[in-house]
């Protein structure tokens, strides 16, 4: 069970990226698929998550209308298009894989994690 984030980087406010996760293993496209993020000194916050088929979508207030979570099943990826950067989304983000269909915003209930990948957006 294996999951890849990668993507991160340096951008400026208001710039934008694209975080990928490609899993492997026994994560398929029937897992719930989660993004969390974990700035320095703070806890780890949830981002957004999508159902297994992508018909299901939900953000934190923090990232609504300027996050957009998709999936392509075909190659075993979610993706995190992150747009309108500001210096507070800087931040390790996580992705994370579920056995349940749908998903949630509790870190708990997520059963895979992958390793972080580092965004860091300057003012």
């Known amino acids: 069970v294996q999951l890849q984030a990668s993507g991160g980087g340096l951008v400026q406010a208001g710039g934008s990226l694209r975080l990928s996760c490609a899993a492997s293993?026994?994560?398929?496209?029937?897992?719930?698929m989660g993004w969390f993020r974990q700035a320095p000194g703070k806890e780890r916050e949830f981002a957004a998550f999508i159902s297994w088929s992508g018909g299901t979508t939900h953000y934190a207030d923090s990232v609504k209308g300027r996050f957009t979570i998709f999936r392509d099943n075909a190659k075993n990826t979610v993706y995190l298009q992150m747009n309108s950067l500001k210096p507070e989304d800087m931040a390790v983000y996580y992705c994370?894989?579920?056995?349940?269909?749908?998903?949630?915003?509790?870190?708990?209930?997520?059963?895979?994690w992958g390793q972080g990948t580092q965004v860091t957006v300057s003012s």
């Open positions: 994370a894989a579920t056995v349940d269909l749908y998903g949630s915003s509790r870190s708990d209930l997520y059963d895979y």
């Open positions: 293993g026994r994560i398929s496209s029937s897992n719930a």
